[in-house]
């Protein structure tokens, strides 16, 4: 409709002007065409049709990475962060934070019993799930024996979290824990998003499975390290949730196993069901409140005895 009453617009604007004006002219209407706001059609409908990537925003280094979480969090300031000596492979979110990361190695003599890859901050208003990362990460320092290969990644979505107003989906407003590749993304994820959510700004799954920067930089850290588990945090929800098909931990501190389900596009149902690694979802109590250090500490306690009796899978 609105295409057609356009057409007619231009075709008597064409026929008033010389010829010679016609190609510059159509060629200029169809620009201006193309790069109308999609908010003309519908506000509903804008946010099917993200901000494009901004590849001239370069690069920021970790220090300007240390320095925003510093300011952004209570519970971990500038030093806390820039003591972990986080490292960054190039991977970056469209806003030019390196998707920094942290690797504890296999030590010389002892053959690690597995691969844990621990990420927090996948949705970037859950304030506590980034600090706790910088807490237990604290204690690997400290404890790092070898008996299992680490990689933290205590922010996987730095845009999120270090806008003035942090918001739980990127900076091109995708729920990046439904930008996974699941195998049912092309079926169901828009369609849940639509029927199910209601289009919920917050949930939306991105315009195609793996259209981040940060999706794509965390599947293929999941190709390249080959975890045997993946464990995710989160906030508020005050539970475990597990997708896999060993053992789920029955409790990790006071917080208590509670099945969920998957959504299409989750990590969960990609990495959990499609590619059978485990994937543990710690759901922390609060989003702004950190657990208290000893709730902190048996958490971890509980985590790396889950992993002892369950890694490697039988
Ligand atoms: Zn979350």
């Known amino acids: 409709m609105g295409i057609l009453l356009y057409q007619s617009i231009i075709n008597f604007f064409l026929g008033i002007i010389d010829s010679a004006m016609k190609t510059t002219f159509l060629a200029l209407s169809l620009f201006v065409f193309f790069h109308l706001p999609i908010s003309s059609a519908s506000a509903n409908e804008q946010v099917t049709d993200p901000v494009p990537p901004s590849p001239l925003i370069p690069m920021k280094s970790i220090k300007q990475l240390c320095l925003d979480i510093g300011q952004k969090l209570g519970s971990v300031d500038k030093q806390d962060c820039l003591q972990q000596e986080l490292t960054s492979d190039g991977g970056r979110s469209t806003e030019g934070y390196p998707l920094a990361y942290k690797v504890y190695p296999p030590l010389e003599g002892k053959r690690p019993l597995g691969k844990v890859l621990l990420m927090g901050g996948i949705h970037g208003d859950e304030y506590s799930a980034v600090s706790i990362m910088f807490k237990w990460m604290d204690k690997l320092n400290l404890y790092h024996s070898g008996l299992f290969h680490w990689t933290v990644i205590p922010n996987l979505n730095p845009d999120g979290l270090l806008q003035k107003k942090s918001q739980r989906q990127n900076a091109r407003g995708v729920d990046l824990n439904r930008n ?135």
């Open 180 to 314: 996974f590749p699941s195998k049912n993304w092309d079926a169901l994820a828009l369609k849940y998003w639509k029927e199910r959510t209601y289009k919920n700004p917050r949930r939306y799954p991105g315009p195609s499975s793996l259209s981040e920067p940060e999706t794509i930089w965390f599947t293929e850290t999941i190709n390249r390290f080959s975890p045997d588990v993946i464990i995710a945090v989160h906030a508020p929800h005050r539970l475990v949730d597990f997708d896999g098909s060993i053992n789920a931990p029955k409790r990790l501190g006071n917080l208590q196993l509670r099945l969920l389900g998957t959504y299409p596009g989750s990590l969960g149902n990609y990495a959990g069901v499609d590619l059978n690694i485990p994937v543990v979802t710690v759901e922390l109590a609060s989003a702004g409140i950190m657990p208290t250090d000893a709730e902190i500490s048996r958490m971890w306690v509980d985590i790396v005895r889950w992993l002892r009796k369950e890694i490697p899978r039988k």
